[in-house]
């Protein structure tokens, strides 16, 4: 991590100055509505395609690419990069700045111009990987809603607020262990993949970020229980989770009493917490449900 953000040698990528020349021109001021915080720095965006493992085949999806930087750095590395973005100023901008600083790339990038939590599809090939700078107010359910919608993304790197980050890749037992913990584990082997600085942002943030790495599962988790089954266990498990699995998921069950029953069946101590599950005891709970 850089000490000072870093301005590009090539000169393709968008330093501090390069931001707020795009910004001021455009009249943009980053909102904290949508949690817009631009990365000034190249040495970082360089970094994150690094550790994404983007490969010169790839088909990259950037959720939210704001003025660019991370987007021009992905076209550096990829085949092809297809970025959603709601703001209507910032997607109406970003061609052009794609063609102005990466002529020769243009031709592998694509708009889509809408809230990532409302895309369906996606223009050209199937995506193979999903790299962002998400805003942490949206950050799990954006991530949740791009694994599922598309499941030919098979790596996943994600820069969001450190706290995010420590839930999404939480194992059982850890006190930030929760819903989203479990639910990016339905999809994928989650983990940390190192901290941002806030210097790198403009403007600075006041959170600490962090990057999450999600490679899809070779297979599916196995069981009969369809996944709306699965993640209505986990929503009642934690939606009080200080109570035991008896009782917090008694309104699920129907009763306390089928609650156990289900969780007996499942191998799993009425008496334990939904922070000690595995995603795997979850989708046993479920499945139990019928059987019971």
Avoid at 100 to 125: C, T, Y
Avoid at 261 to 290: C, D, H, M, W
């Amino acid at each position: 991590m850089s000490s000072s953000p870093s301005t590009d040698e090539s000169g393709a990528l968008l330093g501090p100055a390069d931001i707020r020349e795009l910004a001021a021109a455009l009249g943009v001021r980053p909102t904290k509505q949508r949690g817009q915080n631009f990365v000034i720095d190249a040495n970082t965006v360089r970094r994150i395609v690094r550790t994404a493992e983007v490969r010169p085949d790839d088909v990259v999806v950037e959720v939210g690419p704001g003025l660019g930087s991370l987007t021009l750095a992905l076209l550096e590395a990829a085949d092809r990069v297809v970025a959603v973005e709601i703001d209507d100023v910032l997607a109406a901008a970003l061609p052009s700045t794609i063609a102005a600083r990466m002529p020769e790339r243009a031709e592998r990038f694509s708009l889509v111009h809408s809230d990532a939590m409302q895309v369906q599809e996606l223009p050209g090939p199937a995506p193979t990987a999903l790299v962002a700078n998400l805003p942490y107010n949206v950050a799990v359910p954006v991530l949740l809603h791009m694994l599922d919608r598309f499941p030919s993304i098979e790596r996943t790197l994600v820069m969001v607020q450190a706290e995010v980050a420590d839930r999404l890749a939480a194992r059982p037992g850890n006190k930030v262990y929760g819903v989203p913990s479990v639910k990016a584990n339905w999809y994928a082997e989650v983990k940390r993949a190192g901290a941002i600085g806030r210097n790198v942002f403009w403007p600075a943030p006041n959170v600490d970020s962090g990057l999450v790495s999600l490679v899809r599962r070779d297979k599916p988790i196995e069981t009969t229980a369809s996944k709306a089954e699965v993640f209505a266990v986990v929503d009642a498990a934690f939606a009080q989770r200080r109570k035991t699995l008896r009782a917090a998921l008694a309104g699920w069950a129907g009763s306390a009493a089928a609650a156990e029953a289900a969780l007996v069946a499942a191998g799993i101590s009425p008496q334990a917490r939904g922070e000690a599950l595995t995603v795997y005891e979850f989708a046993a709970i479920a499945e139990n449900k019928q059987a019971v």
